[in-house]
């Protein structure tokens, strides 16, 4: 099973500045990683797959970046709607499929 | 629009089988693959399995032995069975709609399901 860290637990960012989330897969995926944003009493939705491809409607202010086991995902400036949880997933080898357990972005 | 809308009981009691379904709207069940994930209360996510309409399917080896999904392609729906149950099978449980089998593009609005005594 490939296991998926996330840092920081907790991000603390200020409206305007850009967040940088970190995810690491405890062995190579190449490019195969999603990430997902959660808001409180929502579903997550998909925002980056393939390490970089935005999904449907998703800002370009979030951008994703990464390969083998270091992969990031940037928010470049951040708006009031984008303080959430962020999950990644790798999307290479199953079963099974993994997640990461989130970073937080708060308001600082 | 794609809808997902999952159903089942709220409770179910240690020991006995949690049955949930997934109601697919807006598109048809035979033209992707569709998982279940859950989330415990404050926790992460963990993906459950996922099934194609041809009947193929792959499942988490941790629940592998208790889970059972299914498609009903006359209803458009996915069922999930989990047998055995545990209160560490509390969970928000989600439907979602596969980008490919294994990413996640559409996902329902969840329903928590609790085990208890």
């Known amino acids: 099973e490939i296991v998926m860290t996330q840092s920081p637990p907790t991000l603390s960012v200020s409206p305007g500045e850009r967040a940088t989330l970190s995810c690491r897969a405890s062995?190579?995926?190449?490019?195969?990683l999603a990430w997902y944003q959660q808001k409180p009493g929502q579903p997550p939705r998909l925002l980056i797959y393939?390490?970089?491809t935005r999904a449907t409607g998703v800002p370009a202010r979030f951008s994703g970046s990464g390969s083998g086991t270091e992969f990031t995902l940037t928010i470049s400036s951040l708006q009031s709607e984008d303080f959430a949880i962020y999950f990644c997933q790798q999307h290479n080898n199953w079963p099974p499929l993994t997640f990461g357990g989130g970073t937080k972005v708060e308001i600082k | 629009q794609v809808h997902l809308q999952e159903s089942g009981p709220g409770l179910v009691k240690t020991s006995e089988t949690l049955s949930l379904t997934c109601t697919v709207s807006g598109d048809s069940i035979n033209n992707n693959y569709w998982s279940w994930v859950r989330q415990p209360p404050g926790k992460g996510l963990e993906w459950i399995a996922y099934?194609?309409?041809?009947?193929?399917?792959n499942y988490n080896p941790s629940l592998k032995s208790r889970l059972t999904i299914s498609v009903d392609t006359s209803r458009n729906q996915l069922s999930l069975n989990l047998t055995s149950v545990t209160a560490a099978d509390t969970a928000v449980y989600y439907c979602a709609r596969g980008l490919g089998a294994t990413i996640f593009d559409v996902w329902g609005q969840g329903t928590l399901v609790t085990v208890s005594s």
């Open positions: 099934i194609y309409h041809m009947g193929g399917t």
């Open positions: 393939g390490g970089f």
């Open positions: 062995q190579s995926i190449g490019s195969n």
